[in-house]
Nanobody, 123 residues
Framework: VQLQASGGGLVQAGGSLRLSCTAS????????TAWFRQAPGKAREFVAA????????LYSNSVKGRFTMSRDNAKNMVYLQMNSLKPEDTAVFYC?????????????????WGQGTLVTVSS
């Protein structure tokens, strides 16, 4: 499975961005998908995940209430709508997928990774 993330950019604090991730796999609905991020000098951290069917999502405490993850399996796409962005959200965001439909929060549990898209939030 190849994943392609896009939608990053520079935004002011309080602004919004929508990240997209395109998958090459036709049976994408069988894959749980997640967003992780990595800030400069920091470890990669879990942001959000969604089950294969799209019926359930999980968020890290740091983004809960501000970010919304969704997916469109017919288009092989997942999205991350990011609102009320803060400077501490600045990071490279990666989409990831695992061969099972249930979500996990550890990066090691994901089998496929996109190349990352940079989000920069200015104060």
């Amino acid at each position: 499975v190849q994943l392609q993330a896009s939608g990053g950019g520079l935004v002011q604090a309080g602004g919004s961005l929508r990240l997209s991730c395109t998958a090459s796999e036709r049976a994408f609905g069988n894959y749980a998908t997640a967003w992780f991020r990595q800030a400069p000098g920091k470890a990669r951290e879990f942001v959000a995940a969604i089950v294969g069917s799209g019926d359930y999502t999980l968020y890290s405490n740091s983004v809960k209430g501000r970010f919304t993850m969704s997916r469109d399996n017919a288009k092989n796409m997942v999205y991350l709508q990011m609102n009320s962005l803060k400077p501490e959200d600045t990071a490279v965001f990666y989409c990831a997928a695992r061969r099972l439909a249930l979500i996990r929060t550890k990066a090691d549990d994901y089998d496929y990774w996109g190349q990352g898209t940079l989000v920069t939030v200015s104060s």
